[in-house]
């Protein structure tokens, strides 16, 4: 596999001029957009967003009204998104129908050998007691399952 090497002129151009401006900013999403249209023509492009679910809901209408927009003009583009559940019917509203989900739900046994790792590196184990140990095991299991 191989990636672009090098950031597009376009792209390198749009944070210059950007960095001009008092204060300097990020370019804005309409320039985003653009440059990722133009970008994405030119060669197959994987887009990968993680934790959607994360972005306000104000912003995540204007992402994903983004990502319809280059996924239209550009075929050949592919995109990953990860979030929790509760944003899946929008992704699928936004993004016209295109695309598969695949719900990755956590395994108790995979949690907990988690935790007890991270319980291990405790710097402090002399505050906790096997009883707080299997409170916390449980509670925080139970409410990871309920995500």
Same mark, same amino acid.
């Given at each position: 596999m191989?990636?672009?090497?090098?950031a597009p002129e376009e792209i390198a151009r749009a944070y210059e001029d950007q960095e001009q401006v008092i204060g300097g900013r990020a370019p804005q999403l309409a320039d985003i957009v653009k440059i990722l249209q133009n970008t994405v023509s030119m060669k197959r492009t994987f887009i990968c967003i993680d934790a959607l679910d994360e972005c306000m809901a104000k912003y995540r209408v204007k992402i994903l009204a983004s990502l319809d927009q280059i996924l239209r003009s550009s075929p050949g583009t592919r995109m990953f998104v990860t979030g929790r559940p509760h944003v899946e019917a929008e992704v699928g509203k936004r993004l016209s129908g295109r695309g598969t989900v695949?719900?990755?739900? /956590?395994?108790?046994? +995979?949690?907990?050998?988690?935790?007890?790792?991270?319980?291990?590196?405790d710097t402090? /184990?002399?505050?906790? +007691?096997?009883?707080?140990?299997?409170?916390i095991l449980e509670k925080i299991c139970k409410d990871v399952s309920e995500m």
């Open positions: 191989r990636g672009l090497g090098e695949i719900r990755i739900t /956590p395994q108790r046994q +995979d949690i907990l050998s988690y935790l007890h790792h991270r319980l291990e590196e402090m /184990p002399e505050a906790m +007691d096997s009883s707080l140990e299997a409170d």
